[in-house]
Structures are given as C-alpha cells and as structure tokens.
C-alpha cells in the first residue's frame, strides 16, 4: 500500500514553454502533499506543501508564480513550471501523507530538461 | 531549528561487509526519525521508521535506534550486498509539523 506515482517520469521542453507534472496517491486519499526539487548528488529541498482544496505553502525563496501547484483531489496535485528556463532543469519528486499519518510516501521523481 | 547531519559518503564497501552511517540530529522534544533509500534514477522509498527514544527501526536487514541520550540515529546492515548500493538518506519530522529534515544523504557502493 500506500503508492505514489508522478507523471511524467521524464521531460525534454523548450525554454520558455510550460511543463505539468503529475503527482498522484494510488490508493490512499492524501490530505498534504509535497514537492521537493534534488540537485546532482544533493540531498531534496522542499519546494512547497500543499493541502487539498487550500493554497499551497511555499518555503522561502522558491518563485510562487513560477512553481503553480494545484491539490485538487485527495489523489491529485500537480506541479507547472511556468516559462521553463535552463537553470530549472532538475529532479523533482513529490510525496504524500494521508491523514494522522507522518509518515511521507515518495513518489518516483520526474526528471525535466529544459533546452 | 530543526537539522540532520549524516556522515559524508561516498562509501564503498565488499560484498558481506558490515555497514554503518551515522546519523545525529537537532530538535526540540521527540522528533520522528526515518532512513530513506534512493536507488539511483528513482524517489525515495522509506526504509526504517522510529517515532520514540530507544525504538527499533528495521527492515530488510537494516537497523537503527533511536537514541535521545546521544541524538542518533545510526543505521547498520551486518552483510550488504551489492543491492544495497545505493543513497541512504536520515530525515526527522518534528514533533509540530509534517516537514520533513533530511540529512545530506550518503552514497553507498558495494562492490562483488
């Protein structure tokens, strides 16, 4: 139990165009979900928590309008990179928690590259 | 504020050797405390869990304790196997929030 996937695993866009990622909980309804950003050989860095049906919190530093984050569903949030440039090429994984629960289930990561 | 500090890698090791990354931490209360495994060109997967001083966190060989005297939590395997190549990351999740802490992360290689 307790899945998460992201879609898509990988991306290749053009700077300047937007990307969706996808970040889904498969069999439990996730209250709060995460999404982090991993550097090469780095360890992660919260990006944002988001919480069904509310706005997302953003960790200081990290652009709001540039990282749109929806939590639409209990299954679902996902994460735009808006006007994509190069230096947002990176690893991003999300991870979810369901109620009264802390601990996070990670999903697989998504991999941009952004040209 | 909160912080992990993990024992910088890269580490190598032989096939059946005992493998061990140190792992302290910063925190008001009882944080819990977590080891995840990032196999590479994939997420996290929770490895161990421990949410008390003096629990036992273990699986798939792996153990850690949950030390509030000395604020550890190490993580020991006592035969790895090439397998267990991998990054390990320690995390702590405070006693008032649902954010995770995560430590550097430590790249292990294990070698036939």
């Known amino acids: 139990g307790a899945v998460v996937s992201q879609h898509p695993s990988r991306v290749i866009c053009k700077s300047g165009t937007s990307v969706k990622i996808e970040c889904r909980s498969l069999?439990?309804?996730?209250?709060?979900m995460f999404w982090y950003r991993q550097f090469p050989k780095k360890s992660l860095m919260l990006m944002a928590t988001s919480n069904e049906g509310s706005k997302a919190t953003y960790e200081q530093g990290v652009e709001k309008d540039k990282f749109l984050i929806n939590h639409a569903s209990l299954t679902l949030s996902t994460l735009t990179v808006t006007s994509a440039h190069p230096e947002d090429s990176s690893f991003y994984i999300c991870?979810?928690?369901?109620?009264?629960?802390?601990?996070?289930?990670f999903g697989p990561g998504t991999r941009l590259l952004v040209l | 504020g909160n912080s992990v500090t993990q024992m910088e890698g890269p580490v190598t090791l032989s096939e059946e050797a005992f493998l061990t990354i140190n792992c302290t931490y910063t925190a008001t209360g009882y944080p819990s405390l977590f080891w995840y495994v990032q196999y590479p060109g994939e997420g996290l997967q929770l490895l161990l869990k421990?949410?008390?001083?003096?629990d036992k966190g273990s699986n798939k060989g792996f153990e850690a304790t949950y030390r509030k005297e000395t604020t550890s939590f190490h993580l020991e395997k006592g035969s790895v196997q090439v397998s267990d190549s991998a990054v390990y990351f320690c995390?702590?999740?405070?006693?008032?929030?649902?954010?995770?802490?995560f430590g550097a992360g430590t790249t292990v290689t294990v070698r036939a």
């Open positions: 421990a949410t008390k001083a003096d």
């Open positions: 995390a702590l999740n405070p006693v008032d929030d649902y954010k995770l802490s």
């Open positions: 991870s979810a928690r369901f109620a009264q629960a802390e601990t996070q289930y």
């Open positions: 069999d439990f309804q996730a209250t709060t």
